[in-house]
């Protein structure tokens, strides 16, 4: 029988990248199974979703607690009872305390709408458009103690086209987001992913050849 990687994930929002999750794992595509959900927002959409394919949830709402570190303790205490191997940001608008990443260390990933280390983050697809950039895309990379700093496992690219809007951009972004995401865990549920100081190797990683990307491309030059 296949491993399958037990997952907490943390919500806010919509959690559009948590229904990514889920329809991965219903399609066999991805080993793992989401044993709890956390939101701090009592009205995320994310708890409808969890509600819609039976899988259990928690609200933790930070007014309910003194400190972060209180907050993070009793995140910490759910995912413990639940059996979490890895915990799973997904639009978690939050910064974790030191405590939450000792509990889980190197067993917690994020997903960010740029491609890192450019502009990390709140309003990162907003920060790539303004700045005018030709590519930008996501990033999937274990959480460290900075902001979107942790080692890098997977990043998608993304042009951004003239006629681009911030908004148009952010939706082509979020198609990548929901690709590459399950692909992270499930490469953490195979036990590919090496940690060497700010590098993640992967294992028996088949080295391609793309074409390199131009934008404008490089026609009849």
């Known amino acids: 029988m296949k491993r399958r990687v ?20 219903e399609k066999g595509l991805l080993d793992a199974e989401i044993r709890m959900i ?5 009205e ?3 708890l409808v979703r969890a509600r819609k394919h039976g899988i259990p949830y928690t609200v933790l709402e930070y007014r309910d607690f003194g400190t972060r570190e209180d907050f993070d303790r009793k995140v910490i205490e759910v995912f413990n009872a639940s059996g979490v191997e890895l915990v799973i940001m997904a639009g978690f608008m939050r910064i974790l305390s030191p405590s939450f990443l000792n509990a889980f260390p190197m067993r917690i990933m994020n997903i960010h709408p740029a491609l890192l280390p450019s502009f990390p983050g709140m309003h990162a697809q907003k920060k790539a458009f303004d700045y005018g950039v030709k590519f930008s895309g996501c990033t999937v990379h274990f959480a460290d103690d ?7 496992i997977i990043q998608a690219i993304v042009p951004l086209y003239d006629h681009d809007s911030d908004e148009t951009l952010a939706q082509r972004i979020l198609k990548e987001e929901h ?5 992270a865990i499930q490469l953490y549920a195979e036990e590919k992913l090496e940690v060497a100081g700010r590098k993640v190797r992967v294992k028996d990683h088949k ?9 404008p491309p490089l026609v009849n030059f």
């Open 44 to 46: 995320a959409y994310a």
């Open 179 to 183: 690709r590459i995401y399950p692909k």
């Open 38 to 42: 956390i939101s701090n927002n009592p």
């Open 207 to 215: 080295q391609t050849d793309p074409h390199p990307l131009h934008n």
């Open 146 to 152: 900075g902001v979107d700093t942790g080692p890098i």
């Open 6 to 25: 037990k997952l907490g994930v943390l919500v806010s929002g919509s959690g559009s990248n948590l229904q990514s999750i889920i329809d991965h794992i």
